[in-house]
């Protein structure tokens, strides 16, 4: 095994702006005919070479299908001579038409479209625009399409990718006031060899929410990630999204569970406006070995107010393809230090993660480390 230190404070994993906790949301409604919303940015799956796009899915917001009105999704190019903004073209070059009684076509539902008319081939880094609109529109329809909102000072979030829409006017705009950041792309691309895939910059969920816990409380006390990485690396810190209940005195330890445990304890005052925040706890260099199932938990050391941990649900386990980490990195609780149990099947992932400071460079027998900068590190 080679483990090379990495530079600076090393890889957080995943990165900022992934470990941002915000609220779920609706996009602006189109509710005419020539309104559209369009997701953009440049593709991203775990992998090199080529795939082929066949089936492309995302959320509804809030429906309105009395009138019978059809959409129609298509994928586009990105208009490369209007901008900023990013903004697809309006030339459809591959399309799919949802049907009025779709089962799907529904309010804050997932849904799959129809096969598309040709499969569209993507690279890494490919400019694309997944375009939704009417096909037949009926007075009183509308539509919204749904995700995270509201990243803030995540910077990087606008410049790779955005939602936008075109209403009433020709021109193209941001959904929500404050720009492209205000909500993230909610989209997953299906590519023909079944994986999945997304736009850089996206944030594919179904739900966010919180669980409210402390010390010996409940049918769990404790609740974390199990996670794996598919090479050797070591760690010195875990990081955590929590709500603190205002309680400056409201501490708490993070724990690795790596065969014996490693813990931090974290003072409320550290955590922003000791409420809300990303907690870092720094901890003794630990090495972790390849696809090895480890847990990484929140445990309360009082009894007097509750710590809650933010976590966000996907529709399909497979949607965690386009998050850090992979299908395998989940939400679990347990009682009393006893066995773990998963929280929420294998559908939740709660805002979590590690900052990893040595990395395998692959040149000796450790097994390399085939994701780095794919999926792990978004």
Same mark, same amino acid.
Request: with cysteine; aromatic share 10%; proline share 4%.
């Given at each position: 095994?080679?483990?090379?230190?990495?530079?600076?404070?090393?890889?957080?994993?995943?990165?900022?702006?992934?470990?941002?906790?915000?609220?779920?949301?609706?996009?602006?409604?189109?509710?005419?005919?020539?309104?559209?919303?369009?997701?953009?940015?440049?593709?991203?799956?775990?992998?090199?070479?080529?795939?082929?796009?066949?089936?492309?899915?995302?959320?509804?917001?809030?429906?309105?299908?009395?009138?019978?009105?059809?959409?129609?999704?298509?994928?586009?190019?990105?208009?490369?001579?209007?901008? !900023?903004?990013?903004?697809? @073209?309006?030339?459809?070059?591959?399309?799919?038409?949802?049907?009025?009684? @779709?089962?799907?076509?529904?309010?804050?539902?997932?849904?799959?479209?129809?096969?598309?008319?040709?499969?569209?081939?993507?690279?890494?880094?490919?400019?694309?625009?997944?375009?939704?609109?009417?096909?037949?529109?009926?007075?009183?329809?509308?539509?919204?399409?749904?995700? +995270?909102?509201? !990243?803030?000072?995540?910077?990087?979030?606008?410049?790779?990718?955005?939602?936008?829409?075109?209403?009433?006017?020709?021109?193209?705009?941001?959904?929500?006031?404050?720009?492209?950041?205000?909500?993230?792309?909610?989209?997953?691309?299906?590519?023909?060899?079944?994986?999945?895939?997304?736009?850089?910059?996206?944030?594919?969920?179904?739900?966010?929410?919180?669980?409210?816990? +402390?010390?010996?409380?409940?049918?769990?006390?404790?609740?974390?990630?199990?996670?794996?990485?598919?090479?050797?690396?070591?760690?010195?810190?875990?990081?955590?999204?929590?709500?603190?209940?205002?309680?400056?005195?409201?501490?708490?330890?993070?724990?690795?569970?790596?065969?014996?445990?490693?813990?931090?304890?974290?003072?409320?005052?550290?955590?922003?406006?000791?409420?809300?925040?990303?907690?870092?706890?720094?901890?003794? +260099?630990?090495?972790?070995?390849?696809?090895?199932?480890?847990?990484?938990?929140?445990?309360?050391?009082?009894?007097?107010?509750?710590?809650?941990?933010?976590?966000?649900?996907?529709?399909?386990?497979?949607?965690?393809?386009?998050?850090?980490?992979?299908?395998?990195?989940?939400?679990?609780?347990?009682?009393?230090?006893?066995?773990?149990?998963?929280?929420?099947?294998?559908?939740?992932?709660?805002?979590?993660?590690?900052?990893?400071?040595?990395?395998?460079?692959?040149?000796?027998?450790?097994?390399?480390?085939?994701?780095?900068?794919?999926?792990?590190?978004?």
């Amino acid at each position: 095994m080679a483990l090379q230190r990495l530079p600076g404070t090393g890889l957080n994993i995943p990165g900022y702006p992934a470990l941002d906790y915000y609220t779920i949301g609706d996009s602006a409604i189109i509710d005419a005919a020539g309104e559209k919303l369009a997701f953009s940015g440049r593709v991203w799956f775990n992998g090199t070479g080529n795939k082929s796009i066949r089936y492309v899915q995302w959320l509804f917001g809030a429906v309105t299908k009395t009138g019978g009105s059809t959409l129609t999704v298509s994928l586009q190019d990105v208009n490369l001579a209007a901008g !900023p903004q990013l903004q697809p @073209d309006e030339t459809q070059d591959e399309s799919a038409t949802i049907a009025n009684a @779709d089962a799907s076509f529904a309010t804050n539902t997932w849904i799959r479209s129809p096969q598309l008319s040709a499969d569209r081939v993507v690279a890494n880094g490919t400019l694309l625009s997944v375009v939704i609109e009417f096909l037949s529109f009926q007075a009183g329809d509308s539509i919204r399409v749904r995700g +995270k909102t509201n !990243p803030g000072t995540s910077l990087m979030v606008p410049l790779l990718s955005c939602v936008s829409a075109k209403i009433g006017t020709p021109a193209w705009g941001t959904t929500l006031p404050g720009g492209c950041s205000s909500l993230w792309p909610n989209v997953v691309l299906e590519f023909t060899d079944g994986t999945f895939g997304t736009f850089e910059g996206a944030f594919v969920c179904s739900n966010i929410s919180s669980v409210a816990f +402390k010390q010996d409380t409940g049918t769990a006390d404790e609740y974390g990630m199990q996670f794996s990485f598919p090479g050797p690396v070591e760690v010195d810190s875990l990081l955590a999204w929590v709500n603190m209940s205002g309680s400056s005195t409201n501490n708490f330890q993070m724990v690795l569970t790596a065969g014996s445990e490693v813990s931090a304890t974290v003072d409320a005052n550290a955590v922003r406006e000791a409420t809300q925040g990303l907690s870092v706890a720094p901890i003794e +260099k630990t090495a972790l070995a390849k696809d090895t199932t480890y847990y990484v938990s929140i445990r309360p050391n009082q009894t007097a107010a509750n710590i809650s941990l933010y976590y966000f649900d996907v529709a399909d386990n497979g949607h965690f393809q386009c998050h850090a980490g992979g299908v395998n990195w989940l939400m679990v609780a347990r009682l009393n230090g006893g066995a773990w149990s998963n929280y929420g099947s294998n559908l939740r992932r709660p805002y979590m993660g590690l900052r990893v400071c040595s990395i395998d460079d692959g040149v000796s027998a450790g097994g390399g480390f085939p994701i780095l900068g794919g999926s792990v590190v978004r």
